[in-house]
């Protein structure tokens, strides 16, 4: 089964979770058990697993990376969907 979620971003560096969006795919699939795969396309597109613990997260992920990339280099600016983990494993139901 392979399923596309589109997602559009309203900044040029921007954290998306697509938590609810994942979660929705695996219902869908009707699988019990197994492995789920997530794939973004795109030269600065991203998969990142965090805890979204603080409302603050995202922007400090998004400073640190603007640090680490520098200006003038081509488009290089992060665009991040995020996955928040659980402590336990996700029921697919």
Known sequence: MREIIQLTTHRDQELVDITNEVRAV????????GLFQVYAQGA??????????DDSVQ??????????????????TPKTA??????RPMPLT
């Open 26 to 33: 695996v219902a869908r699939s009707g699988v019990h058990d």
């Open 44 to 53: 600065t597109a991203a998969i990142m697993i965090q805890k979204n613990w």
């Open 59 to 76: 922007e400090d992920v998004i400073d640190f990376l603007a640090k680490q990339i520098r200006r003038g280099s081509g488009d290089m």
């Open 82 to 87: 995020t996955a928040t983990p659980t402590s």
